[in-house]
T-cell receptor, first 113, second 113 residues
Framework: ETGVTQSPTHLIKTRGQQVTLRCSSQ?????VSWYQQALGQGPQFIFQ???????GRGNFPPRFSGLQFPNYSSELNVNALELDDSALYLC????????????FGEGSRLTVL | AQSVTQPDIHITVSEGASLELRCNYS??????LFWYVQSPGQGLQLLLK??????LVQGIKGFEAEFKRSQSSFNLRKPSVHWSDAAEYFC???????????FGQGTTLQVKP
């Protein structure tokens, strides 16, 4: 059974650029959530996708957007990058939309200069 | 609003000593509660969860947690800590509306030889 995989693991961008992060969910899972974890903080919920539809969103601006594909993999896109977007971005998949048992990937570390 | 507080930012214990990590939550109904562990450079791994029933729950790696409704607490315990337990520990509560997890700020555990 393949776990949650994320790519890239590390990347560096400059302010104003755009970034796309990718996530492959665990086999059999139809829900993907994205979290932002700033240094020294707990993860903060960005949004959740269930069967290709956004199914909940946290307190993040519209320049944070996402997609979920028919195979339940997902992308997180961030436009107009700001310095405060530097963080670890965690993807998690779950068997259903409302279960709290999330399985996390190892994250994508984004640095914005 | 739902929230999770982990009062201890950093804890140091000697190997073989007992451990208790504190977690307090704010939630209007019966909460779904979780403890996750994060090793450096890794994603989050679920240690244990409480949904209902027995208030003392057992998890992986010898951890347990006790749900105390009267104190709004869900403290994590381990009778004898191993050096490999050094990591960041996060308590989380599941939102009833969106299924998202709300995390505490985390507690860093250091284990002395």
């Amino acid at each position: 059974e393949t776990g949650v995989t994320q790519s890239p693991t590390h990347l560096i961008k400059t302010r104003g650029q755009q970034v796309t992060l990718r996530c492959s969910s665990q086999s059999g899972h139809n829900t993907v959530s994205w979290y932002q974890q700033a240094l020294g903080q707990g993860p903060q919920f960005i949004f959740q996708y269930y069967r290709e539809e956004e199914n909940g969103r946290g307190n993040f601006p519209p320049r944070f957007s996402g997609l979920q594909f028919p195979n339940y993999s997902s992308e997180l896109n961030v436009n107009a990058l700001e310095l405060d977007d530097s963080a670890l971005y965690l993807c998690a998949s779950s068997f259903t939309a409302n279960t709290g048992e999330l399985f996390f990937g190892e994250g994508s570390r984004l640095t914005v200069l | 609003a739902q929230s999770v507080t982990q009062p201890d930012i950093h804890i140091t214990v000697s190997e073989g000593a007992s451990l208790e990590l504190r977690c307090n939550y704010s939630y209007g109904a019966t909460p779904y509660l979780f403890w996750y562990v994060q090793s450096p450079g890794q994603g989050l791994q679920l240690l244990l969860k409480y949904f209902s029933g027995d208030t003392l729950v057992q998890g992986i790696k010898g951890f347990e947690a006790e749900f105390k409704r009267s104190q709004s607490s869900f403290n994590l315990r381990k009778p004898s800590v191993h050096w490999s337990d050094a990591a960041e520990y996060f308590c989380a509560v599941r939102s009833s509306n969106t299924g998202k997890l709300i995390f505490g700020q985390g507690t860093t555990l250091q284990v002395k030889p």
